[in-house]
């Protein structure tokens, strides 16, 4: 676990540790979590699922699952809907995804009657760290919205510069990426990106500095920016990425994550934002690591937003 991440457990454990709804925990590596999490005060977990199933993986893997309650769900679309419960009634204040289709917690999620929607869009961040950074990087959004619109975008920011201060980075400098850094009419995302700078400057996304659009080298390389002749506070130095659409999103988390030596791939932690509790959203090839600063994640955010 890289230096930044490292950090932001240390900063949640010194919190009291909220309660969280872990829904379908039906593999190894979701209980795991669940129980890692609890040792270190980032969350009290909650598990809901098929209690037999649930109770016969932690007997053959060797954890201990005294004193954390369990709630039988049968199913996957059961555990959700009692997931989204728990949170609704004030009885969790996050919400972990454990082993089921990401489809079907959101959709429970989203329920108009009995999810947890506000009036917020559902959106995700990615909080990117590797050796020897300087700052961690967020990428927004790589995971929930395909093709969102402008006032999807918005949103998008929003609940990405709201999250970086719940994790206590202060102001962040948010670059709204595309392919160029001049705004092109044959490049929509160029002219999202002004719209959404102008939406800055008069108050619609507040708390954070904007600029674009930016293309990726000129938002997090002082070299490239200087080459094309951009100074603003933004470019060079961006903590946050907006990406274009989830494609351009997840294959630069990907790249992140994947491209060059092992000793130099970046580690990841996810969020889903906007709801009225974080919701942990790793995949099933999440490392431990990756799900704890997750919930280190979801934890500040939780106690940010009281």
Known sequence: MYTHHQKLIERAKAETAPFCAVCYPCEATAIEAAIEANKLDLLRPILVGPEEEIRTIAQKNNFSLENIEIINAPSEAKAAAASVQLVREGKAQLLMKGSLHTDILLKAVVNKEFGLRTGKRI????LMDGPEWQNPLMITDAAINIFPDLITKMHIVQNAIDLHHALGYGVPRVAILSAVEMINPDIPSTLDAAALCKMADRGQIKNGILDGPLALDNAISLEAAKMKKLDTPVTGKAQILVVPNLEAGNILFKSQSFTGPATHH????????????????????????????SCAMAKLSSLHSK
């Open 123 to 126: 959106t995700h961040a990615f």
């Open 266 to 293: 970046a580690d990841s932690a996810g969020l889903v934002l906007g709801a009225k509790a974080p919701i942990i959203l790793t995949s099933r090839a999440s490392s431990l690591d990756s799900r704890l600063v």
